[in-house]
């Protein structure tokens, strides 16, 4: 899951060598932490916070096929 959110969040800034994506395991669900370069931040959430819902909805419904929990944080 975690190369799923790395790609998506390469292809959307500029420095992708600056991406990273760490899991965390949680009570309920596995939580992953994408981390960008502060001045792609913006890219990477969108206007009105649309990308980042976008890309949290790939998360969720590719990690219906592992019957797995998973949330995305931006940090």
């Known amino acids: 899951?975690?190369?799923l959110?790395?790609?998506i969040a390469c292809c959307l800034?500029?420095?992708?060598?600056?991406v990273?994506?760490?899991e965390v395991p949680?009570?309920?669900a596995l939580i992953l932490e994408l981390?960008?370069?502060p001045e792609d931040m913006g890219k990477v959430i969108g206007k009105q916070g649309r990308?980042?819902?976008?890309?949290r909805a790939v998360v969720k419904a590719a990690s219906l096929k592992t019957?797995?929990?998973v949330l995305v944080e931006i940090v």
């Not at 800034?13 to 600056?18: I, N």
């Not at 990308?51 to 890309?55: F, P, S, T, V, Y």
């Open 26 to 28: 949680g009570d309920q």
């Open 20 to 22: 990273e994506v760490r």
């Open 35 to 37: 981390r960008v370069a």
């Open 67 to 69: 019957g797995q929990n």
């Open 51 to 55: 990308i980042a819902k976008a890309i």
């Open 13 to 18: 800034v500029d420095h992708p060598d600056l």
């Open 1 to 3: 899951m975690a190369e």
């Open 5 to 7: 959110v790395k790609y």
